[in-house]
């Protein structure tokens, strides 16, 4: 059974100390690799690449899969590698690793931070950070697939690694689809991925069935008006006050439309708008994140952002031909969930492997994660995202006492325990994968 998120001093201590008691294979194999992934964790993370840019990264990975007796395709929706490891007649496992970087100035300190510097597609020169822990992702998923192929005599079937770029913006699981991925090789019965988590301590694991990670939609809102002097607003119909109430406005579709019970969010990160005083300008641009589980949840979030903008423009008695226009723009991510049976039957195979106490039930989040695409595409293949904790046993330790605020993904001062996060990540997706190649 999955225990909650509350740890305690005894099982702080289990995950500070994972070498299991009697000798296992899987559990040997990945910490004799362990110096070398952590070498390639440390290359990945002060060479970062932005998402659509991941080029060097993923020759990297393919010149790892290469090695290892992989057949390797590169440059597939993108910079995306499919490496497929054929072993006989048996299922089809898909294992999945993102690897592209934020735009994010990095502030950890550690020897080898990243000091890379890019400009994005809008323009902006920023520092280049893995703020997310993809550089964990891409050491476990070589670790991983040395250690299949180390044990070929083990498994039959089909292993298929890919890497997937452009998981930041959204994009690079669709675009793997649409360049083939399910016609070109195998279609995968099991799709598998973990992601690190600032939440949880540095190797426990948290696994849930159901959905784990919400839908994500960016929508853009022009608020048209008709610009003027600001001593005489009476001449104008000033866009920004009908912004503001068409903010205000949103705020009821979470608190008085969504029912109680269900997730849901309505965020307005952007208000751009006007250049001086005192002029009244001709538009306002609004730019929102939706969040969402549901699909009836997300439609109903989407239909009433327009129904909002428009009401509230009628109301400001705005004429027909300056009616706010509202975008939902392309990048945004389906719910991600996790399958039953498949799930269970994972988390009762990591639990038997690492202990009750380093397995729980992590809740569900309101990030987005384009992994959902895979089950979304196709929803006969069996989907889980497993999550490994990175935050580091003393940084825990003090967080839970109260004495320190913890850093989330994303945060320039993410900086996780990267041999607890590889060195579990990799003995659990290669013991789930020999468990699921035996057709269970």
């Known amino acids: 059974m999955l225990r909650n998120l509350t740890l305690s001093a005894a099982a702080i201590a289990l995950v500070a100390t994972p070498v299991a008691a009697a000798a296992d294979p899987v559990h040997d194999a990945t910490q004799r690799q362990l110096p070398q992934l952590m070498t390639f964790y440390r290359d990945f993370h002060a060479n970062p690449e932005l998402s659509n840019h991941e080029s060097a990264t993923a020759a990297k990975l393919a010149a790892e899969a290469r090695a290892a007796g992989y057949d390797v395709t590169e440059h597939v929706g993108g910079n995306g590698v499919v490496a497929i490891l054929r072993n006989g007649p048996g299922p089809v496992i898909l294992i999945r690793a993102d690897i592209d970087a934020l735009p994010v100035t990095e502030q950890t300190n550690l020897p080898f931070a990243s000091k890379v510097r890019a400009t994005t597609p809008e323009g902006v020169e920023t520092g280049v950070m893995h703020a997310c822990g993809h550089d964990t992702h891409m050491a476990s998923w070589i670790g991983t697939l040395r250690n299949m192929a180390a044990m070929k005599g083990q498994w039959k079937g089909t292993l298929i690694m890919i890497a997937q770029p452009a998981e930041e913006v959204g994009t690079g699981a669709k675009a793997m689809i649409d360049d083939g991925l399910f016609t070109r090789w195998p279609k995968p019965k099991y799709a598998v991925a ?247």
Request: hydrophobic share 45%; proline share 7%.
């Open 194 to 440: 973990f992601h690190d988590v600032a939440a949880l301590p540095a190797g426990t694991i948290g696994i849930r069935s159901g959905y784990v990670m919400a839908a994500v939609d960016w929508v853009d809102i022009t608020v048209k008006g008709v610009g003027g002097h600001g001593a005489y607003p009476h001449t104008t119909k000033d866009p920004i006050v009908l912004a503001s109430r068409i903010v205000v406005a949103l705020q009821t579709l979470v608190s008085r439309e969504v029912d109680p019970l269900e997730s849901a969010v309505v965020t307005v990160g952007s208000f751009h708008g006007g250049a001086k005083p005192n002029i009244i300008p001709d538009t306002v641009q609004l730019q929102l994140t939706v969040r969402s589980y549901k699909p009836e949840v997300r439609k109903l979030l989407l239909d009433g952002i327009g129904r909002i903008a428009r009401g509230e423009a009628i109301a400001a008695g705005m004429p027909d031909d300056k009616m706010p226009v509202v975008t939902i723009k392309g990048g945004a991510t389906p719910a991600t969930f996790n399958t039953d049976p498949l799930t269970q039957h994972v988390a009762g195979l990591f639990t038997t492997r690492f202990g009750k106490d380093r397995v729980v039930d992590l809740a569900p989040q309101m990030g987005g994660e384009d992994f959902s695409q895979f089950y979304v595409n196709d929803p006969s293949i069996q989907s889980l995202i497993f999550f490994v904790g990175g935050v580091p046993l003393d940084q825990w330790a003090q967080f839970k006492a109260g004495k320190l605020s913890l850093p989330s993904l994303h945060s320039p001062f993410w900086a996780p325990d990267a041999e607890a996060v590889v060195g579990t990540a990799t003995e659990a997706m290669t013991a789930a994968a020999l468990d699921l190649f035996k057709g269970k």
